[in-house]
Structure formats: C-alpha cells, structure tokens
C-alpha cells in the first residue's frame, strides 16, 4: 500500500513531462527548421528565395511534366509535390497538379494544394487565377468565377484574370458579362484573341459593351484607359 503514494506521485510527473513535451516540441522544431526549408512565397524576389525557386523547378518541374505525358502519374505527383511544398504558390506547379489531378480522375487531390497556397499567402491574386483555372478545367464553373472575382478584388487590372472569367461567363451562356471581361481585358492588353473570335462565333460580340467599358474606365479615372 506504501507503494501507491509513490506510484500516482511518478504518474504525475510523467504526465508533466509529456505536457511540456507537446507544449514546447513544436516550437523547439519551428526554430531548428532552416530557412531555406520553410514554405517560401513564389512572388517574393529576394535572391534566396529565387535561387531555390530555379533549383527546385529546375530538377522536377520539366521532369514531372514529362512524367506525367508518359503517364507515370505517381512519380510526376512526387516532383509537383516536391516544388510545392517549397513554394506552395507556384502557379506552374499548382497548375500541373491540377491537369494531372483531373487527368487521373481525382480532381479533389489538387484541392488542398490550391486551399493551402491561399492559406499561406491570401493577398496574392495570381493563386485565385489559378484555381479559378483548375476549377474551370474540371468543370466547376460557378466555383471558378468565384475564384476570378477574389483575384479582381486584389488586382482588378489584370488583363489575364478579365479573360479567363469572360470565357467562364461564355461557358455559362451568359454574353454580357463575357463580353463586358473581354473588353476589359483587351483594353489592358491581353493579347490572344480567342475569346473575342467565339464570340464573333456565336454573333454575340457586342460593340456596346466596349463603349460601357470605355465610359466606366473614363468615370472612375482607370489606370489602364
């Protein structure tokens, strides 16, 4: 019996110790991580970050891509994941995460890359494009205009984000906003004209979107009229 006390002493010390395990590790961990090896954002430009950026493209983005053509799906998820986990907004990388996602019929697999990019770093409009691209492709349409309008809100002069959401409003048969994104885009400078062509195509250009364009550029003094 003399031995209890003892024991449920012992107990609580251990239990103690664990605590303080949990507690403290992940902090411990955090600051022997080094910085190199840290998530690093893909827009930033410092050299560090650059030379790394060449480094791990360099060995797995144009290795994953030809995987991925000969069908070696695992191995060329292994090279994007790679490049992703370095730099979780690198558009090229999410972008062929996606094709290959869908390609193999499990779309929901490039879904946490592109959430966890979005997480990471919020204020950056190209990972919206890009998603709203991924969601495109696979069909999502009213998920990927979502996405093109969060990417507006925090780069509304991009000539490319105007475009890829007027080709989602044509997906939807919806021509004046389509045309309303493709005269903005074209007047930013967006230089393919596919857009335009389908919709000459369907004989729902519209002339009036252009000048609408035009004046609300002119009334809230637009950098880009």
Known sequence: MSASPFRACRARMLRTAWLAVLVIAPT???AAVPEWRRPHDYYVTDPTSRNLLK???GYHLEQGTRKMERGEYGYARQDFDFIL???PNDPKALLLMGELSIKTGKPREAVRYFQTAIRMFPDRAATHTAYGVFLHR???LRQAIGQYREALKLDPTSAETHYDLGLAYLDL????LANRHAHTAYRLG???PGLRQRL???GKWMRSEERRVGKECKSRGSPYH
């Open 28 to 30: 411990l961990h955090a």
């Open 55 to 57: 480094m791990v493209e």
């Open 85 to 87: 986990r370095y730099f």
């Open 138 to 140: 696979a069909g999502k």
């Open 173 to 176: 048969h919806d021509y004046k």
């Open 190 to 192: 967006y230089p393919l």
């Open 200 to 202: 000459q195509r369907l």
